[in-house]
């Protein structure tokens, strides 16, 4: 898949992970993946218009603008036309029912060969077990979000329709199984973590329109409720947060530019629109999904972390790029969490949060990255601890240490936590 990887047993405890291949330096891509597979948020879907295969954000730039920040008018964008020559939009593809966009030809026939020649339904019946799936989820999953069961959907009817092509049920499966489920989860409940106290019930449900969707005879065991708890828990903990925008590709472009006095009165034009952008979107500024990775799904986690993960590409393309110089054998990790509360350095002080930033604190120890499937999901952490931190009872970076437990189910033993955890010790 790469030359400049490769999947290494780490130890007892993480088990297996991304070993660089060669030295990268600060910057430098270490690679790029596309997803098995992929799908936008359902809540999300009803504002950002986007490709249903490859999640490429369809919005105009300035339209895109105008929307986000409550403009009264179309914002006369610098460098607009240059941008769209280099990023051409393209025509746009629907289904027959027109309930799924595409951004080219392309992406509709790879649509239809992987999964949707079984998903597609007739719009005008509201009893079709699909739209009433999505229905039941967005009733009682509200944004932020995730689309765990349209994820689950695609998996069935990719695995189906390999078995068309003549693939073996245990080959067809492989692809999905290889991803860690912890079978523990299911008896401590993780899942209920994403929902409310009713999730047990209503997820009989959710069961149930998916076996009435898609059952096929040929696997029978695909359609059991473990089956489709082990699918659960692999979405939860592998999933990868996904995030497009056609606006931020072209402040990208913009920031990207030589120098100039022009580009410098541009950002600052591009500036003037944030503070609308924070009132009229809040968080909501990106086209949002989530995904499988073959190769990402071995990155473990670090809260110092030295390499990040970033969607610059406007589609679901996710590039993995090193914070720090990394040798040749060295561990590749990530963050799985925002760690920019956690830094305190000169970069994530002066950041908070801008519009389009892909990463103002690059530089910095933390990485400030975050591939939070849980978070992506509206789970947050919930505690605080702001009592003990005064009372200075709490070891440093138990905060972090506690979510990580909380919603990954490890205990972190990184050389941050390690050290913290020392230095309390020292001095208690």
């Avoid at 999964?115 to 967005?138: A, I």
């Avoid at 005879?217 to 409720?225: K, S």
């Avoid at 120890?365 to 789970?379: K, M």
Wanted: charged fraction near 30%; glycine fraction near 6%; proline fraction near 5%.
């Amino acid at each position: 898949m790469t030359s400049n990887v490769e999947v290494s047993w780490i130890s007892n405890e993480k088990e297996r992970g991304l070993k660089a291949l060669k030295d990268f330096v600060p910057e430098e891509e270490i690679f790029i993946e596309e997803p098995i597979v992929s799908c936008q948020f359902l809540y999300n879907r009803q504002y950002f218009p986007g490709c249903s295969y490859c999640m490429k954000s369809l919005e105009e730039p300035e339209n895109m603008l105008q929307r986000l920040s409550g403009s009264a008018e179309i914002p006369n964008l610098p460098f607009i036309f240059e941008y769209k020559e280099k990023y051409p939009q393209g025509d746009v593809y629907t289904n027959d029912n027109g309930l799924e966009v595409y951004c080219s030809e392309e992406c509709k026939e790879k649509a239809y060969k992987e999964f949707q020649n079984l998903l597609d339904v007739d719009g005008r019946d509201p009893e079709h077990p699909l739209l009433k799936l999505e229905e039941l989820w967005k009733s009682f999953h509200y944004p932020p979000e995730s689309a765990t069961p349209i994820l689950i959907a695609r998996i069935i009817a990719i695995i189906r329709n390999k078995l068309d092509e003549g693939v073996s049920a245990e080959e067809a499966m492989a692809p999905f199984l290889s991803f860690k489920n912890d079978k523990k989860n299911q008896e401590i409940g993780i899942i209920q973590k994403f929902l409310d106290e009713k999730f047990e019930t209503r997820i009989k449900d959710v069961h149930q329109l998916i076996v009435d969707a898609l059952y096929d005879p040929r696997i029978p065991e695909l359609f059991t409720m473990s089956s489709f708890q082990t699918l659960l828990c692999t979405i939860c903990l592998n999933a990868q947060g996904i995030g497009t925008s056609n606006f931020e590709n072209y402040s990208r472009f913009i920031r990207d530019l030589p120098d100039s006095s022009v580009k410098e009165n541009a950002l600052d034009y591009l500036d003037q629109f944030e503070e609308g952008i924070e009132e009229e979107s809040g968080m909501f500024t990106h086209l949002e999904g989530s995904g499988l990775y073959a190769l990402h799904k071995h990155i473990n986690h670090s809260c110092e972390p030295n390499a990040q993960i970033r969607f610059p590409f406007n589609n679901n393309k996710v590039q993995v790029v090193a914070l720090k110089p990394i040798k040749k054998g060295e561990e590749i990790t990530i963050s799985y969490i925002d760690l920019s509360d956690d830094c305190d350095c000169e970069e994530c002080e002066e950041c908070d949060g801008c519009e389009g930033c892909d990463g103002c604190c690059q530089g910095c120890e933390a990485g400030c990255s975050s591939s939070n499937a849980y978070e992506e999901a509206g789970c947050s952490s919930s505690n605080n601890n702001e009592e003990e931190e005064e009372e200075g009872e709490e070891i440093p970076g138990e905060d972090r240490r506690s979510y990580l437990r909380e919603y990954y189910l490890f205990e972190c033993h990184c050389t941050k936590c390690q050290r913290e955890i020392e230095e309390y010790n020292k001095t208690h």
